[in-house]
């Protein structure tokens, strides 16, 4: 048998939030840990959390598993499960709405601030707008993210500030559009990233590498954007105006 | 009256990320220096002895690096204990401990700032008086 520990919050009928003991026969195959909370629901109904794809695509179930931020849809038991107990919790840092579910209004609103699209005032000559293999190989490690938000809800500064700081997710994102060739906005993006706490607030903590499902590294890209905003070439273009606030 | 408004606000101001980035990083190597510094006379002046360590205080590049060094401190620590202000001394920080604690936050997070900015002032006062008087 194996415990699951599940954290349980309903705004509407508890005052406090609390963990939920679950015994659970341990299955005889390896199995996904979205597959145990499936097998859950069908005892305990009332237990709450996102899924979708089931296969790591749409990001929907990040959630915090034995103290590490994953895809519950794409993690084994077996490489998570220690001395047969198992802790699942919402994603840290953000509002929970019910059970496993989180409030992910903080996160998109990051995300949108970054302006997610490719911005070019020019005229198309073709039809579209061409780009070298090698630009185009510039955006691999970039384009993958899924928005799962395991990485910006691992990260102490996004704790602290989400509403000020970025975030590894929405970081990878503007060095997405900063690194597109097509992309003619790269000092408005940048300007828009010079204050104190967009950018500079990574320390380097790293727990978004480590916890990213799909392998990415938005330390480097925030590295990357870090180095542009300190190079003389990019800070002409910066005109000094942001305020904090 | 301005200063301490200057002092309690300064998360509104405009700063500059580089600037401050820039700052803090080429404080530290000025510190790292001039501990270098200070570690590789102790080294090549054994045996130590006390009329050689006033000789060394008494030079003028001593004096200036120092001074510097008393300007310095505080720029650096400044800049970081800014920086922890503005992470755990916010209204949603303090929340986590007690709501209602998280209601005086600003007020919280004004002191904590114009108190360790007035120590800084002291330090540079007192390090800048014993060096100099």
């Known amino acids: ?245 | 009256m301005v200063f301490v408004d200057i002092v309690c606000h300064l998360d509104v101001l405009p700063m500059i990320g580089s600037t401050l980035f820039f700052a803090q990083r080429f404080s530290a190597v000025f510190l790292l220096a001039y501990v270098i510094w200070l570690i590789t006379f102790f080294i090549f002046n054994q045996p130590f002895e006390f009329s050689t360590w006033v000789q060394f205080t008494n030079q003028q590049k001593f004096l200036i690096f120092t001074s510097a060094v008393a300007l310095i401190i505080p720029l650096h620590a400044f800049i970081g204990l800014w920086t922890i202000g503005t992470d755990y001394f916010t209204q949603r920080t303090l929340g986590f401990l007690n709501n209602r604690l998280s209601q005086y936050a600003g007020l919280i997070r004004g002191a904590y700032t114009f108190l360790f900015t007035i120590w800084g002032f002291l330090i540079v006062f007192f390090i800048l008086f014993i060096i100099w008087s």
């Not at chain 1, 929970?96 to 005229?123: C, G, H, S, W």
């Open chain 1, 1 to 245: 048998m194996i415990s699951i520990n599940i954290y349980r919050y309903n705004p509407e009928t508890d005052q406090f939030p609390y963990m939920q003991t679950f015994e659970f026969e341990k299955p005889k195959r390896d199995i996904m840990v979205l597959e145990l909370l499936n097998q859950l629901k069908t005892k305990d109904p009332t237990i709450s959390y996102r899924r979708s794809c089931r296969e790591g695509v749409c990001g929907s179930d990040g959630m915090n598993i034995n103290g590490k931020n994953g895809l519950a849809c794409i993690t084994p038991l077996s490489s998570v499960i220690k001395k047969n107990k198992l802790d699942l919790r919402p994603l840290p840092g953000l509002p929970v709405v019910r059970d496993l579910v989180v409030d992910m209004t903080e996160f998109y609103a990051q995300y949108e601030k970054i302006k997610p699209f490719l911005q070019n005032d020019t005229p198309v000559d073709i039809g579209e707008r061409l780009q070298s293999p090698e630009d185009r190989d510039k955006l691999d490690g970039l384009y993958e993210c899924i928005l799962c938000a395991c990485c910006s809800t691992s990260c102490p500064s996004f704790w602290w500030n989400p509403d000020k700081f970025v975030g590894p997710a929405a970081l990878l994102q503007a060095y997405r559009f900063i690194a597109d060739s097509r992309d003619t906005k790269t000092a408005e993006r940048l300007q828009s990233l010079s204050d104190p706490f967009s950018v500079y607030r990574c320390h380097g903590i790293m727990n978004c590498v480590s916890v990213c499902p799909k392998g990415l590294n938005p330390n480097e890209a925030i590295g990357e954007i870090k180095s542009m905003l300190l190079s003389n070439k990019n800070k002409k273009n910066i005109i000094t105006s942001d305020k904090v606030g």
